[in-house]
């Protein structure tokens, strides 16, 4: 089973759906993301990246359509029922961090426990386990102003991989990083599709970041216009779901998993 699937999404913004004054963001997806894919979703400024993502991880609902998490429609879930799905199911990391000011790493990290009412002394222990995984436990005890933004982004992630989510959606989390920065965070993402079985959809701009995952999807004008598996890459290929338009649009070609998803 697909642990995220959209069916014919839609999203609007602005004025109600379907007025002209609206903004359609998104256009119509299709899309379905096995479990263990490390899956790249690019495509120019404004194409829905973003939109999508927040869409996938139940950050926004979509005018039209719908998404199933592990199956789960998210659109039958009430509020606060979304929010518990969210907090456990999946991890967010955003291009500028968003960590707390005010609370230490280690709180900000531990934040997504805390709300689950998980007792204190365990919420600690799993936040400074989570930030030895990406190498800043000793950075625990630091507000997130006196580290740099690779730190952050760093700190970012051990939040998002706190609860062990099945699922981690990152929009842009190199954005704001310099080549170094990205490079680690980007090979921290691959060891969790590679080294632990979790899936992970990644937003970016940059084909080298792309080329480091096993599928690429790209988007313009609110649509998916193309899906294709990496060959070459090692990690997160899994068992493609391809899109007929993408079936379609990538020719001939490919290597041996190219040419396993024909069958
Ligand atoms: N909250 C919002 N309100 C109005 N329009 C929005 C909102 N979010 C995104 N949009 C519009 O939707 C389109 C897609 O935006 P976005 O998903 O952010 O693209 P990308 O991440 O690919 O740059 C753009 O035209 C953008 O201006
Ligand atoms: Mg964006």
């Given at each position: 089973?697909?642990?995220?699937?959209?069916?014919?999404?839609?999203?609007?913004?602005?004025?109600?759906?379907?007025?002209?004054?609206?903004?359609?963001?998104?256009?119509?997806?299709?899309?379905?993301?096995?479990?263990?894919?490390?899956?790249?979703?690019?495509?120019?400024?404004?194409?829905?990246?973003?939109?999508?993502?927040?869409?996938?991880?139940?950050?926004?609902?979509?005018?039209?359509?719908?998404?199933?998490l592990?199956?789960?429609?998210?659109?039958?879930?009430?509020?606060?029922?979304?929010a518990?799905?969210r907090?456990?199911?999946?991890?967010f990391?955003?291009?500028?961090?968003?960590?707390?000011?005010?609370?230490?790493?280690?709180?900000?990290?531990?934040?997504?426990?805390?709300?689950?009412?998980?007792?204190?002394?365990?919420?600690?222990a799993?936040?400074?386990?989570?930030?030895?995984?990406?190498?800043?436990?000793?950075?625990?005890?630091?507000?997130?102003?006196?580290?740099?933004?690779?730190?952050?982004?760093?700190?970012?992630?051990?939040?998002?991989?706190?609860?062990?989510p099945?699922?981690v959606?990152?929009?842009?989390?190199?954005?704001?990083?310099?080549s170094?920065?990205?490079?680690?965070v980007?090979?921290?993402?691959r060891?969790?599709?590679?080294d632990?079985?979790?899936?992970?959809?990644?937003?970016t701009?940059d084909?080298?970041?792309?080329?480091?995952?096993?599928?690429?999807?790209?988007?313009?004008?609110?649509?998916?216009?193309?899906?294709?598996?990496?060959?070459?890459s090692?990690v997160?290929?899994?068992?493609?779901?391809?899109?007929r338009?993408?079936?379609?649009?990538?020719?001939?070609?490919?290597?041996?998993?190219?040419?396993?998803k024909?069958?």
């Open positions: 089973m697909a642990i995220l699937r959209a069916e014919h999404l839609e999203k609007a913004f602005g004025a109600a759906a379907g007025s002209k004054s609206g903004v359609m963001a998104i256009r119509g997806v299709d899309v379905e993301i096995e479990p263990g894919q490390f899956v790249a979703i690019t495509g120019a400024s404004g194409s829905g990246k973003s939109t999508l993502l927040h869409l996938l991880g139940g950050i926004t609902r979509p005018t039209a359509g719908r998404v199933l592990e199956g789960v429609d998210l659109a039958a879930l009430g509020d606060d029922d979304l518990v799905v907090r456990r199911r999946i991890g990391v955003f291009q500028r961090y968003n960590l707390l000011p005010e609370l230490s790493l280690v709180e900000n990290v531990g934040l997504p426990l805390v709300l689950d009412r998980i007792p204190e002394a365990r919420c600690d799993a936040a400074r386990a989570a930030l030895e995984t990406v190498g800043m436990g000793h950075r625990a005890d630091h507000r997130p102003d006196a580290l740099s933004g690779g730190e952050q982004q760093r700190g970012a992630i051990a939040r998002a991989l706190v609860t062990s099945a699922i959606l990152a929009d842009e989390p190199t954005g704001a990083l310099d170094e920065n990205s490079r680690r980007v090979e921290l993402l060891s969790l599709v590679a632990h079985g979790q899936t992970v959809v990644l937003v701009h084909p080298g970041i792309a080329a480091a995952a096993g599928r690429c999807i790209r988007m313009a004008d609110g649509r998916i216009v193309s899906d294709t598996l990496q060959p070459g090692p997160g290929g899994g068992r493609p779901p391809v899109p338009q993408a079936r379609e649009s990538n020719g001939g070609g490919g290597g041996r998993r190219a040419g396993r024909r069958r």
